[in-house]
């Protein structure tokens, strides 16, 4: 069964980075992509960006741009997401979930397996 | 780009129909058939509950369902049950720099 299981829960200072991982298993890694989605507390969902695992092509939400970085390690399967200068605002729940994303580079613009979060918290 | 409009809250009582409304523009609802709905019940990951406009994944119960008509996409939820009270979030991709946009959220109540 499909599965992506992330990292444990973070404290971090601000100015500080953070780094999640998300390990993917029950399926192709490279046939699909993995985004990121972050929820802060009480707040709706928010897209970060995402990453093709086929190619390593990402984009990322504008706002976020400069401050994030989205990588994958195909021999383990994982996606890695890193945000850098930490504030208080960054404070949130981020999810990593699977899209689709073939060799063609056609995309399925939508999430249908997602991690159990992973709480990242920014504070002095 | 900023998030899709929905209602707050929408409340229903067991069995009872509620809709689910999702405003966008001609640049993300309007312009595309890639909406999607996730309902998220407290301290859980969101479950995908419509793709596409209207499609189900395998699993969900058919008393789901969803339609779009111009910039305004709808999640009908039918015969409700108490296991519906959970937010639902609808989501597009856009044509703007950030390319996938979520939307504000809806609180759904069964009473």
């Given at each position: 069964?499909?599965?992506?299981?992330?990292?444990?829960?973070?404290?971090?200072?601000?100015?500080?980075?953070?780094?999640?991982?998300?390990?993917?298993?029950?399926?192709?890694?490279?046939?699909?992509?993995?985004?990121?989605?972050?929820?802060?507390?009480?707040?709706?969902?928010?897209?970060?960006?995402?990453?093709?695992?086929?190619?390593?092509?990402?984009?990322?939400?504008?706002?976020?741009?400069?401050?994030?970085?989205?990588?994958t390690?195909?021999?383990?399967?994982?996606?890695?997401?890193?945000?850098?200068?930490l504030?208080?605002?960054?404070?949130?729940?981020?999810?990593?979930?699977?899209?689709?994303?073939?060799?063609?580079?056609?995309?399925?613009?939508?999430?249908?397996?997602?991690?159990?979060?992973?709480?990242?918290?920014?504070?002095s | 780009?900023?998030?899709?409009?929905?209602?707050?809250?929408?409340?229903?009582?067991?069995?009872?129909?509620?809709?689910?409304?999702?405003?966008?523009?001609?640049?993300?609802?309007?312009?595309?058939?890639?909406?999607?709905?996730?309902?998220?019940?407290?301290g859980?990951?969101?479950?995908?509950?419509?793709?596409?406009?209207?499609n189900?994944?395998?699993?969900?119960?058919?008393?789901?369902?969803?339609?779009?008509?111009?910039?305004?996409?709808?999640?009908?939820?039918?015969?409700?049950?108490?296991?519906?009270?959970?937010?639902?979030?609808?989501?597009?991709?856009?044509?703007?720099?950030?390319?996938?946009?979520?939307?504000?959220?809806?609180?759904?109540?069964?009473?």
């Amino acid at each position: 069964q499909v599965q992506l299981v992330q990292s444990g829960a973070e404290v971090k200072k601000p100015g500080a980075s953070v780094k999640v991982s998300c390990k993917a298993s029950g399926y192709t890694f490279t046939s699909y992509g993995i985004s990121w989605v972050r929820q802060a507390p009480g707040q709706g969902l928010e897209w970060m960006g995402w990453i093709s695992a086929y190619n390593g092509n990402t984009n990322y939400a504008q706002k976020l741009q400069g401050r994030v970085t989205m990588t994958t390690d195909t021999s383990t399967s994982t996606a890695y997401m890193e945000l850098r200068s930490l504030r208080s605002d960054d404070t949130a729940v981020y999810y990593c979930a699977r899209y689709y994303y073939d060799s063609s580079g056609f995309i399925e613009y939508y999430f249908d397996y997602w991690g159990q979060g992973t709480l990242v918290t920014v504070s002095s | 780009q900023s998030a899709l409009t929905q209602p707050a809250s929408v409340s229903g009582s067991p069995g009872q129909s509620i809709t689910i409304s999702c405003t966008g523009t001609s640049s993300d609802v309007g312009g595309y058939n890639y909406v999607s709905w996730y309902q998220q019940h407290p301290g859980k990951a969101p479950k995908l509950m419509i793709y596409d406009v209207s499609n189900r994944p395998s699993g969900v119960s058919n008393r789901f369902s969803g339609s779009k008509s111009g910039n305004t996409a709808s999640l009908t939820i039918s015969g409700l049950q108490a296991e519906d009270e959970a937010d639902y979030y609808c989501s597009s991709y856009t044509s703007s720099s950030t390319p996938y946009v979520f939307g504000t959220g809806t609180k759904v109540t069964v009473l």
